[in-house]
């Protein structure tokens, strides 16, 4: 056969399906044009267009894949700051006097506006990660502590409060960045947001600020003040805190020596396994009194003395050593931290948080409560 018959059949094949083609679309009611791909859509159907398709959409989506990985719900706190947290800012005319702060690194007094102070103290004695209502109750707290503490000191003193944990912890702007590195600003921006949400705010009891103690964790009560300390205070009573069994420092055991416990308690452990130990208890469920090999000691003494977490502790032998296992991180006298964090949780304001912890205590104004601390 021939190259120019091999040719005709061919165009004649071809004219054949395209007869049989255009009848089906024609009873079918369509154009064949619709169809057939010479119409303006036909390229949508060719190779080329589809494999530029495909490379657009790689190029599209595989950035976004890389760039938004999995995120753990423990993270979404941070992110959640990271975006949503706008910076207040308190000048220092929002403060209505200055604090006078005995600088541990300096060994100088920095005189410290009282909400710049404030934002410092809850900075460095709450984690910026707990609940915002949590970081409004400790504001106040610390605000409560130093208006009280200055008002009872005498004016001649230059120092009114040292930078320790002799009175509240206090860290500036380069202590905490340096701490806390690239969390500084997300961490700093919710403190201030608390600080500004309470400005000017403290706890009064019969119209006189309180001693507004706190402490980190609780064994699931706090302690009446009297039980810890001399004296027996209205407002520091014991309450259920049972949101302190969520704390990481909930439960604590220390392992100790017998010779070190007999040195630093003055006394002498008999050899036999058993201690013969009396216990009882306070309201708040802490050690009242301990008798061991002979001697009687307060729950707060062994508990200073031997740098337990709590007062709250029981007492196993073993060997040569004695085991202690402690509920609660603290003195447990007024306001729980972990507690407070527990109940915003909850969705309890920081005036429920004050109310509960702080019994039958007010909040009120510094510039009425502390008039003379304003003028000064």
Not at 20 to 37: D, F, S
Not at 272 to 288: A, C, E
Request: net charge neutral; no cysteine; glycine share 6%.
């Amino acid at each position: 056969m021939n190259n120019k018959s091999s040719k005709k059949r061919k165009q004649d094949m071809y004219a054949y399906i395209e007869r049989k083609r255009a009848l089906k679309y024609k009873q079918n009611g369509k154009h064949p044009q619709q169809i057939k791909g010479s119409g303006s859509l036909s390229f949508l159907k060719s190779p080329s267009f589809l494999i530029m398709g495909s490379l657009i959409m790689i190029i599209l989506i595989m950035p976004s894949l890389i760039v938004a990985p999995y995120i753990h719900p423990n993270d979404q706190e941070t992110i959640t700051d990271n975006f949503e947290q706008k910076a207040p800012k308190l000048n220092v005319g929002d403060s209505p006097f200055s604090v006078a702060v005995m600088r541990a690194s300096s060994d100088e007094v920095e005189n410290i506006p009282l909400e710049k102070y404030v934002s410092g103290v809850v900075a460095s004695e709450m984690p910026a990660k707990f609940e915002l209502e949590a970081l409004k109750a400790q504001a106040l707290a610390a605000r409560t502590y130093i208006v009280n503490h200055m008002l009872l000191k005498p004016e001649k003193v230059d120092s009114a409060v040292t930078d320790t944990v002799q009175d509240q912890v206090y860290k500036d702007e380069q202590e905490l960045r340096r701490i806390w590195g690239a969390d500084y600003d997300w961490k700093m921006n919710k403190i201030m947001k608390a600080v500004e949400a309470t400005q000017g705010e403290i706890l009064t009891y019969k119209d006189k600020p309180i001693d507004a103690s706190f402490f980190s964790t609780g064994n699931g009560y706090t302690e009446n003040s009297e039980d810890y300390w001399e004296n027996k205070i209205p407002y520091l009573r014991s309450v259920p805190s049972p949101w302190d069994k969520n704390s990481p420092k909930f439960l604590d055991q220390e392992t100790i020596p017998v010779k070190e416990v007999e040195e630093k308690l003055a006394i002498d452990i008999p050899d036999n396994k058993s201690l013969n130990l009396k216990i009882s208890r306070t309201d708040g469920k802490r050690v009242d009194q301990l008798k061991i090999a002979g001697k009687t000691f307060s729950g707060r003494d062994v508990r200073e003395e031997l740098g337990l977490r709590s007062s709250d502790f029981t007492i196993e032998k073993k060997n040569d050593h004695l085991i202690f296992t402690t509920k609660g991180y603290g003195h447990g006298v007024g306001m729980s931290q972990y507690g407070a964090n527990g109940m915003a949780k909850e969705g309890k304001s920081y005036k429920d948080i004050l109310t509960h912890y702080y019994q039958g205590v007010e909040i009120s104004k510094v510039t009425e409560t502390a008039p003379t601390l304003v003028s000064r």
